[in-house]
């Protein structure tokens, strides 16, 4: 093994709930793995971290990750981390909001976590069903936890949100959902996954390959057993146990599908997120094989 001890990127949501998993199934001890989780503040901020050494791996998101690869980061992804279910990914608006669909939408402001990225993405393929476009609407920022209160408030007349924030709007404002946008063109989209830098990748491939099995034996734990995930989410996210029995989660997949992760970079082509089409394999790390 090239490297026995290795700094983990993640941020304090259900995604990488594998890698705790892992850590405390001892998944990573058995392939001689000590793993130090590492708080980050998202997948787009990260990508310096991995570039200077102060992490070896990092959760990402698929349409920062390629959206990185356009601009010549030569960064490669080596696991598979999380992939969108139904209501995980909703627009929400306020209880007695006059707007009833998403064609309603037009000339609206809509919170989003990130310009430009997954959740732009997102809102545009529902828009494009209701003959809209992303310039009928207005984009603007705010993290997850804040759009609730700011929403109420009338900073915006929508958000696009996620849980544990859909519950929680759910039942302290009495937030509706006025569009599932994980649905048509973006349903199962996978939504992110473990990268690491191209250089790490082929001077590591032992120890990432000791990564990728025991991050694949924890995505299956979770796939199987929703109870690992309940269990796990409390001790590394503001997630407490009843919240973590009610939301809704996505799927965790245990092996990394090129044509799967296709779909994303298709669809940021089609909306104008990158220039040129990117093939998805070329961005994968080739596992050591054996």
Same mark, same amino acid.
Request: aromatic share 8%; proline share 6%; with cysteine.
């Given at each position: 093994?090239? @490297?026995?001890?290795?700094k ?9 709930? =594998?890698?705790?998993?892992?850590? %405390?199934?001892?998944?990573f001890e058995?392939e001689?793995?000590t793993?130090?989780?590492? /708080? ?8 310096? /971290? ?6 070896d791996? =990092?959760?990402? #998101? ?8 356009? /601009?010549?980061? @030569? ?6 981390? +999380? ?7 909703n ?6 909001s ?12 809509i919170?989003? #976590?990130?310009l ?5 993405? %997102? ?6 069903? %209701? !003959?809209?476009?992303?310039?009928d609407?207005?984009?603007a ?6 759009? !609730?209160?700011a ?5 915006a007349d ?9 519950? *929680? ?5 009495g937030? $509706?959902t006025?569009?599932d &946008? ?9 939504i992110a ?6 250089e ?8 990432l390959?000791?990564f990728? $099995?025991?991050i694949?034996?924890a995505?299956?734990?979770?796939? =199987?057993d $929703?109870k ?7 001790t +590394?996210?503001?997630?407490?146990? @009843?919240?973590? =029995?009610?939301? &809704?989660?996505?799927? +965790?997949?245990?092996?990394? #599908?090129?044509? $799967? ?14 220039? #040129? ?7 994968? *790390?080739?596992?050591?094989s054996?």
């Amino acid at each position: 093994m090239e @490297k026995t001890t290795i700094k983990v990127g993640a941020l304090p949501i259900p995604d990488p709930v =594998s890698l705790y998993i892992a850590k %405390a199934k001892g998944y990573f001890e058995a392939e001689g793995l000590t793993v130090e989780p590492v /708080q980050i503040t998202g997948g787009a901020a990260a990508l310096p /971290q991995i570039e200077s050494g102060a992490l070896d791996i =990092s959760m990402t #998101n698929y349409v920062s990750t390629f959206a990185a690869v356009e /601009q010549g980061k @030569k960064i490669k992804l080596v696991a598979d981390m +999380y992939q969108a279910g139904p209501n995980m990914f909703n627009i929400m608006v306020p209880k007695d909001s006059p707007i009833k669909t998403v064609a309603d939408l037009k000339g609206k402001t809509i919170f989003v #976590n990130n310009l430009h990225n997954v959740a732009t993405l %997102a809102v545009e393929t529902q828009l494009k069903v %209701a !003959g809209l476009t992303a310039d009928d609407v207005k984009f603007a920022e705010k993290p997850f936890p804040e759009m !609730g209160n700011a929403v109420n408030s009338g900073q915006a007349d929508a958000c696009w949100i996620t849980e544990p924030f859909i519950t *929680a709007n759910q039942s302290a404002f009495g937030f $509706r959902t006025l569009a599932d &946008t994980m649905t048509g063109q973006t349903e199962e989209l996978p939504i992110a996954g473990w990268m690491a830098t191209e250089e790490w990748t082929k001077k590591y491939p032992k120890t990432l390959a000791a990564f990728n $099995r025991a991050i694949s034996k924890a995505q299956q734990a979770a796939s =199987s057993d $929703r109870k690992e995930i309940e269990k796990m989410l409390p001790t +590394y996210t503001k997630i407490d146990a @009843k919240t973590a =029995s009610v939301i &809704t989660l996505g799927t +965790y997949p245990s092996e990394l #599908n090129a044509n $799967r992760l296709q779909k994303v970079a298709d669809l940021m082509l089609e909306y104008g997120y990158l220039k #040129n089409s990117i093939d998805v394999k070329s961005v994968i *790390a080739t596992p050591l094989s054996g």
